[in-house]
């Protein structure tokens, strides 16, 4: 009978639109919930009864059905935080994580470390990235981010750059006294380098002009701190000769000897390489870069060395590639990883896992594994987070729509019980 297939039109109607209001509600509890994008239900009609049979055409329709809910991908708001490990994509990227129930991913940029160093989501999820090497350079191996605890081990100078002017007004001749180096030498600068085991030694360095264009310079430390020297005096741990062009230029640079034995144990016979600039003669360069010999007063302009004591993190910081970087205590700075991004040829396909995290499908694809601002995958911002995409206003009207469809839907099924009666009512 018709009025009977109506009731269960009828029925359909009110377990979609009942369904549609769960979807609505869902985005509504989730308007503050980080990273989340609101879903929309679509609705399908359900094959409907052919008149004609297979003729096509004068057809009744036996209802709708949800047919899909599916995310709406749009970008969320990106705002300002004050955590540092706060971080928010803008982009089509997804966050990396790995647990126990295998990788997942979300695009929840809350994170912390937890007791262990790691860096996890607050579900405890890891937060997977590139990792660093020794030398602190990223490399194409991913892993856990994590930062180290323990005291990072000291690193012994192996090369000082001296970047300087001599004065070619000096004069030559002056002979070198190591009993009275400051007065017997033409100029004089220090320079810090540390030994194998992270002690700090100052290097005097005295330089006294041979000959036209021609230096020699010595390397001093205080003998209390020289294997064999004296407490008090002066003990030489290097010397060298450097030369310079008629135009004042750096041509040549020797190392002549090398004595950097220091006490406490540290390593003996360190060797350290004194690099006066970018040489003619020595290094084939151009002679523009470190040292030079003019008419104006010697002065040391800029030096740097590679050695450094042992040390403890201080601060970290991401930046706006996912890297994150430690600050030590010695005045050191590292890379310690990457954030890693991963990106879907059909992202909507993802399978929710709850904790904000969604899992891989078939029909979403494998994830494309790499970094921020490559091949799509979005910018990373630190210290901010992205809110969600529920547009409040949009929900309610939406509710309102899907309510009334509801109460709709029930008029048809009362109706129909009034026809139903009225068909029971022929028999008296």
Request: hydrophobic fraction near 35%; proline fraction near 2%.
């Amino acid at each position: 009978m018709g009025v009977l297939s109506s009731l269960y039109t009828g029925v359909s109607g009110l377990t979609a639109q009942g369904e549609a209001l769960g979807v609505i509600g869902d985005n509504i509890a989730n308007a503050n919930t980080i990273g989340f994008k609101a879903s929309r239900a679509e609705f399908q009609d359900i094959i409907a009864k052919n008149l004609k049979g297979i003729l096509g055409g004068n057809q009744i329709g036996r209802g709708v059905k949800i047919g899909a809910v599916n995310p709406i991908l749009t970008q969320g708001n990106v705002d300002a935080t004050d955590k540092t490990t706060d971080l928010a994509i803008s982009g089509d990227g997804y966050f990396t994580l790995s647990g126990t129930d295998g990788v997942s991913y979300t695009r929840d940029g809350s994170f912390h470390f937890d007791r262990e160093g790691y860096l996890t989501s607050n579900d405890g999820q890891r937060v997977q990235g590139f990792q660093s090497d020794d030398k602190g350079k990223i490399i194409n191996k991913t892993g856990d981010i994590k930062f180290p605890r323990a005291l990072i081990p000291a690193k012994g100078t192996t090369e000082v750059n001296l970047d300087l002017n001599l004065d070619s007004r000096m004069d030559t001749g002056k002979v070198f006294n190591p009993e009275d180096p400051y007065s017997t030498s033409n100029f004089s600068t220090g320079v810090e380098i540390f030994d194998s085991q992270g002690n700090k030694h100052l290097m005097t360095l005295f330089f006294n002009k041979s000959a036209d264009r021609q230096w020699d310079v010595r390397g001093m430390c205080d003998g209390k701190e020289v294997t064999g020297g004296t407490p008090g005096k002066m003990a030489e741990v290097m010397t060298a000769r450097v030369g310079f062009t008629v135009d004042g230029k750096l041509d040549t640079e020797e190392i002549t000897k090398q004595a950097f034995n220091f006490t406490g144990g540290a390593l003996q016979g360190q060797k350290i390489k004194i690099d006066f600039g970018d040489s003619i003669t020595t290094d084939k360069g151009k002679g523009l870069d470190g040292s030079k010999q003019y008419g104006k007063d010697s002065d040391l302009i800029s030096w740097r060395q590679d050695g450094a004591a042992a040390g403890t993190i201080t601060n970290m910081s991401f930046n706006d590639e996912g890297v994150l970087t430690a600050l030590y205590t010695n005045g050191q700075a590292a890379d310690l990883g990457q954030i890693a991004l991963a990106k879907f040829e059909n992202p909507e396909a993802l399978f929710k896992a709850g904790n904000n995290r969604l899992k891989e499908s078939r029909d979403s694809g494998a994830g494309a594994i790499g970094k921020a601002r490559a091949a799509g995958r979005g910018q990373l911002f630190a210290k901010s987070l992205e809110r969600s995409t529920v547009d409040l206003a949009t929900e309610f009207v939406n509710l309102i729509q899907n309510q009334r469809g509801f109460q709709a839907n029930a008029k048809t099924i009362t109706t129909t019980d009034e026809l139903l009666n009225e068909v029971i009512q022929l028999k008296r």
